[in-house]
């Protein structure tokens, strides 16, 4: 029963159903949007919770903060624009459904920034996700790649660097660098980066060669999404394809092979019992018959010794009542002659 009661504790540990988050009450599509100068993009937004108040969205560039666009009551669909951005951002909003999208129009360079939803609730912001837009223009003069390899699955609790290798021609101005990090349930993060950099000789041009790294240690689920390196220069952003980090939780990984390898320790413990059972079986039948062999002589050599006593003591007897015979014999004949001694010794 002990290898049983085993395997059922960790199987029910394997299987513990963890206690579930609170859900966001934003629903923003998050990554990265990319978008041509001059063209017009709608970024989506919604929210159903009746509790909340106020509905916003912010805009946070590259190395800079989260600053307000746009504000408005939840039940009503006009909002209100912050000035630097009233040209050309405007909000669709519905009451019933919780819409509340942001159109950017006629898009320019600068507008390449990570744009968050927000609510107020009870006296709380919360953000969405967030979405990057990448705006880029139709003839760029940046010559630059920037390249991520794959990601195998990490463990929860291991350490990862991250790397990513970017390949450009430098302009006037500075180059910058610069991690992007976007979440199943946890807004968009910005990582800015220092590259290590080398000139690439050739004649034809002025190439560079920068590789970034990210550290990572002791991952989580917080920090499992995609992350995105890129390269800021002459004005512009490039993106690297993106890694997936995906983060498997201790308690669940390799969790079929660890119930098939549990499952075949109960089975040969099974089979060992059984063994072990029909062996102490046989031996202790085995025993039973020695035993009763052993009782079986026993009983017989006492039953032979109990003959051989009878036996002596029934020759015994019969010496005793020949030699009493004998002694009556010889008393008689005593007696006798004693009797004729007299009658002789009268008659003289």
């Not at 006009?78 to 459904?97: C, L, M, N, W």
């Not at 029909?278 to 018959?289: A, N, T």
């Amino acid at each position: 029963m002990m290898p049983l009661c085993i395997f059922l504790v960790l199987l029910s540990q394997m299987y513990e159903v963890p206690a579930d988050d609170k859900t966001s009450s934003i629903i923003q599509p998050s990554g990265v949007v990319t978008a041509k100068a001059g063209e017009n993009v709608t970024l989506h937004c919604i929210c159903q919770d009746e509790a909340v108040t106020f509905l916003s969205w912010y805009q946070q560039s590259l190395g800079g903060k989260p600053l307000i666009i746009a504000t408005r009551m939840k039940h009503s669909t006009q909002a209100s624009i912050s000035p630097a951005y009233k040209e050309r951002f405007q909000v669709h909003a519905t009451g019933q459904d919780g819409i509340n999208n942001l159109i950017i129009t006629n898009l320019h360079l600068s507008d390449s920034a990570t744009y968050y939803c927000g609510i107020l609730e009870f006296n709380a912001i919360e953000f969405g996700q967030g979405v990057f837009l990448h705006v880029t223009t139709a003839s760029s003069n940046t010559q630059a790649e920037v390249h991520q390899p794959e990601l195998e699955p990490l463990w929860s609790g291991e350490s990862v660097n991250l790397n990513c290798t970017a390949y450009f021609e430098p302009c006037a101005g500075e180059q910058s660098f610069y991690w992007f990090r976007y979440g199943a349930d946890q807004p968009a993060v910005m990582y800015p980066s220092v590259g290590q950099c080398k000139n690439i000789p050739n004649e034809d041009s002025h190439m560079r060669n920068c590789t970034l790294n990210l550290s990572l240690k002791s991952v989580s689920s917080p920090d499992a999404g995609m992350y995105y390196c890129a390269l800021a220069s002459c004005g512009e952003i490039v993106f690297g394809r993106g890694v997936k980090v995906k983060i498997v939780e201790r308690s669940t990984q390799a969790t079929p092979l660890l119930v098939y390898s549990l499952i075949v320790a109960l089975a040969v413990s099974i089979v060992v019992l059984l063994a072990l059972a029909f062996i102490m079986y046989k031996l202790q039948k085995k025993s039973c018959s020695v035993c009763k062999g052993t009782v079986s002589h026993v009983a017989c050599s006492a039953a032979s010794e109990a003959t051989s006593k009878d036996e002596d003591g029934l020759h015994y007897a019969a010496l005793s009542a020949i030699r009493a015979s004998e002694r009556h014999r010889q008393e008689d004949n005593m007696e006798s002659v004693c009797v004729y001694s007299r009658v002789k010794s009268r008659k003289e």
